[in-house]
């Protein structure tokens, strides 16, 4: 499980150094969190036995979805309680990395 893990610590930093300064992912950036999601798809699938190309569409899918999703919930907060962009992006970057951790340790205790 130790190349899983250390594929999602490069994907957070990514996403978390990628999407700092900005509200929309530019494509640039969607590409970069597909490939690192499928990296650590294909990671975890393979740690468990999985086939590594589903585990890597799987893992870009993800990682796409949430990129989406996480843009429209920053956007959507930033204007409702009329926050600047920082802020939000802090707060979202703290629940990424509260949910990355959630997985991490539950995947971990399914390895022991």
Do not use: H
Request: net charge positive; with cysteine.
């Amino acid at each position: 499980m130790k190349n899983a893990e250390v594929y999602a610590g490069a994907a957070l930093v990514g996403a978390l150094v990628g999407m700092r300064n900005s509200v929309a992912p530019t494509p640039l950036k969607l590409v970069t969190l597909g490939v690192s999601g499928g990296f650590g798809g294909a990671e975890v699938c393979s740690a468990k036995k999985r086939s590594r190309w589903i585990g890597a569409l799987l893992g870009a899918a993800g990682a796409l979805g949430a990129a989406y999703g996480a843009y429209e919930l920053r956007r959507r907060a930033a204007k409702k309680f009329n926050l600047p962009n920082p802020v939000v992006g802090l707060l979202a970057d703290a629940a990424a990395a509260g949910a990355g951790m959630l997985v991490a340790s539950r995947l971990q205790r399914q390895d022991n």
